[in-house]
């Protein structure tokens, strides 16, 4: 079956770090990857997707790369800010109408002034 | 309306109970989805809709679980005699259903249930 692995937490950074977070994945056919934050007291919202190999999703600062042949969807940020503060899962959709999420176990990340 | 939006936002249940939990899906989405949010398990899918039909109930936990969807709208979780092994944030969330796999989920604020 689909599953999702995400590097362990909690992570803290310093304001204005580079940040990377881990995640690979096990699917069959040609999953959609996607990252879906949820900042505090608030419901989850997407972050960012790519739907097929070498896409490269982006938003609000960070990028993520579909990698096929690592099976990995690595999220990144050049420099992090106090209000990147948040749970960041990465989640997959396997191919057909019923694009139920299979998501990693999430990351808190905090970034401190 | 303008989000998916979710109730009651809270429930504290005592053991034994049964309990309702409601979503509103984004209008015109047909495609709904139930996830559990608990500590030792992560974020889970329970049950997919397509309209008032839910092909995937893979996710269910137990026949103590099930759900319903009425109009292509609105939807129901149903726990019955609830257990504290339930408790957990319960998540709704909605897509047009139109592009499969490719489709951003629009998720609600989610409901917490306490099972005591």
Known sequence: ?113 | GAGVSQSPSNKVTEKGKDVELRCDPISGHTALYWYRQSLGQGLEFLIYFQGNSAPDKSGLPSDRFSAERTGGSVSTLTIQRTQQEDSAVYLCASSSGLAGSQETQYFGPGTRLLVL
């Open chain 1, 1 to 113: 079956g689909n599953s999702v692995t995400q590097m362990e937490g909690p992570v803290t950074l310093s304001e204005e770090a580079f940040l990377t977070i881990n995640c690979t994945y096990t699917a069959t056919g040609y999953p959609s990857l996607f990252w879906y934050v949820q900042y505090p007291g608030e419901g989850l919202q997407l972050l960012l997707k790519a739907t097929k190999a070498d896409d490269k999703g982006s938003n609000k600062g960070f990028e993520a790369t579909y990698r096929k042949e690592t099976t990995s969807f690595h999220l990144e940020k050049g420099s992090v800010q106090v209000s990147d503060s948040a749970v960041y899962f990465c989640a997959l959709s396997d191919t057909g109408a019923n694009s139920k999420l299979t998501f990693g176990k999430g990351i808190t990340l905090s970034v401190r002034p």
